[in-house]
């Protein structure tokens, strides 16, 4: 499957019914999901520094310190580097994942870079854009209206283990 096509032409093929977008609360579920990862990547990051410094002077350690403005801004940034590269490789972040949801363009492919990344980067600053989708006619977020994406449901059907042809070497049916 090339980039050009994206998923929704692949969907179309495959004779899926159309992508509907996502509501507000499965949308803050998977928010929410995400907000866990990017604590979990903070921890995983503060162990890691804390080890590396065990390592340099075990005698001397020290936990390190933080504030929270720091803990702020490096919150953003892992946010901002999760969801570029999430929804800019599969349209996907995690919690999209577990909820069945996906980030699209309104022709329904991947955003690209530059778009997921500028996406992310509103999400990051302006978080309560998202309860837009509430009253959007469209079920679209504030980001959504001024990038031009949508958010869908997209589960994956699967009928068997050779029956879904975006899996490498797997063949359609």
Do not use: K, N
Not at 67 to 86: G, K, Q
Not at 141 to 167: A, E, I, M, T
């Amino acid at each position: 499957m090339s980039a050009e096509r994206g998923l929704g032409a692949v969907s179309a093929e495959r004779g899926r019914p159309p992508q509907r977008p996502a509501g507000v609360v499965t949308r803050l579920m998977a928010a929410g999901i995400d907000v866990l990862v990017v604590l979990a990547m903070m921890l995983g990051l503060y162990l890691g520094v804390a080890g590396l410094r065990f390592l340099w002077s075990p005698s001397g350690f020290q936990w390190p310190a933080s504030s929270l403005m720091r803990s702020i801004v490096v919150a953003s940034v892992l946010a901002f580097l999760y969801l570029t590269v999430a929804w800019s490789t599969t349209g996907r972040s995690y919690g999209a994942a577990v909820l069945g949801l996906r980030v699209l363009s309104g022709e329904r492919v991947l955003l690209g870079w530059f778009r997921s990344a500028v996406r992310a980067a509103a999400c990051v600053v302006f978080p309560a854009g998202l309860l837009w989708v509430a009253v959007s006619r469209d079920r679209r977020s504030v980001q959504d209206v001024f990038l031009r994406s949508v958010v869908v449901y997209d589960w994956l059907h699967h009928r068997g283990p050779d029956s879904h042809p975006d899996v490498p070497g797997r063949p359609a049916r």
